[in-house]
């Protein structure tokens, strides 16, 4: 008993979210030898390489027992007297990020945007702005997933009063506020989300839309130990793992898998869980925009399901093309139920 791509395609039965939650390898992935303009993703590990701080950090006069970014931002961060160059450090990090630009032929970040409704979710940790210039340049034609910042994001601004989030300098459709960037450097070990209103409100909805996810995709996040708050949240917001054990959870990394297994456990049910180490792998690039409806028809029809795998080498028309055809079925679904 098989479902066809084309059956497959048909279907529109999935009305909960699938949650997607990248970390700094998806976009080291998505470019791994740069930007548009050939401007390197730093991971945590070579941080200070990559964008070139050497010379600022030995300005602090200190020894840092680690390379590991996030602790040397915290002991600088200590220091008072270190403001000065504190804030040139927030200042070159959050310019470096601010200037990265999506290439202009279709990338991992459109393939990825373009595959999940707007029932689904994305958190990012990420500073950079390509999940941001990605919705944009495909959300005129489609609806695509809703999306949360939960370390803050160069193209993110907030009005101070808290009326709204939007395009960094734009303007607060309530009170005319200039949209303000959000800080995105915090000391780890004062790494308290909720001290934040803008990101407290970003985790308070990941945790809303756990509960009911059907699916977790965790693609190139490290869960660094020294990030002991993230995980917690993560954790407490998908709940007990035996009451979880039909939801599938699917890890996109280049570690090995036992490395993977053993910092993800607590949300690993026994049978319900995989590792790709290429997000052209996953449930998402072979089910795109139905990834609910693969996943019932195998867990819960017990059926084979053929793959649905999304053009990859295709430009922008054709993609657009490809994609339309779903979401054609999706539009007349909704209009038949309405
Ligand atoms: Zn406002």
Redesign the pocket.
């Known amino acids: 008993m098989e479902v066809s791509a084309e059956e497959e395609i048909n279907q529109i039965k999935m009305g909960k979210p699938h949650v997607v939650i990248l970390g700094a390898g998806a976009s080291y992935a998505a470019f791994p030898d740069g930007d548009k303009n050939g401007r390197k993703l730093p991971l945590m590990k070579n941080f200070i390489e990559t964008l070139g701080l050497e010379e600022l950090i030995t300005r602090t006069g200190l020894n840092f027992p680690s390379s590991n970014f996030e602790n040397i931002y915290s002991l600088i961060y200590e220091d008072s007297k270190l403001l000065d160059i504190r804030e040139e450090l927030e200042a070159i990090v959050y310019g470096y990020f601010r200037n990265m630009e999506l290439p202009d032929e279709p990338t991992l970040y459109d393939h990825l945007v373009l595959s999940l409704r707007n029932k689904d979710f994305i958190a990012t940790f990420n500073w950079d702005p390509f999940l941001i210039q990605a919705i944009r340049r495909n959300g005129a034609k489609f609806k695509l997933p809703r999306v949360l910042f939960l370390h803050g994001n160069v193209e993110v601004g907030y009005?101070v009063?808290g009326?709204?989030m939007g395009n960094n300098g734009g303007f607060?459709r309530?009170?005319g506020?200039i949209l303000t960037p959000k800080k995105l450097l915090y000391p780890i070990g004062e790494k308290n989300y909720h001290l934040d209103e803008f990101i407290s409100r970003q985790w308070a909805t990941l945790e809303d839309v756990l509960k009911h996810a059907f699916m977790v995709t965790i693609f190139g996040y490290g869960a660094p130990t020294s990030d002991a708050s993230a995980i917690k949240l993560l954790k407490n917001a998908w709940g007990n793992i035996n009451n979880r054990s039909m939801e599938e959870f699917e890890i996109i990394d280049t570690r090995e898998e036992d490395d993977l297994r053993e910092t993800w456990s607590p949300f690993i049910h026994t049978h319900h869980y995989r590792v790709e180490n290429s997000f052209y792998n996953s449930w998402i690039a072979n089910h795109p925009r139905r990834t609910g409806e693969a996943y019932l028809n195998q867990f819960y029809e017990a059926m084979f399901i053929e793959n649905n795998p999304l053009p990859k080498k295709a430009g922008f028309q054709e993609l657009w093309e490809w994609y339309n055809k779903l979401q054609e079925i999706e539009v007349a679904v909704q209009m038949a139920n309405s």
């Open positions: 009005c009063d009326h709204v607060c309530h009170c506020n």
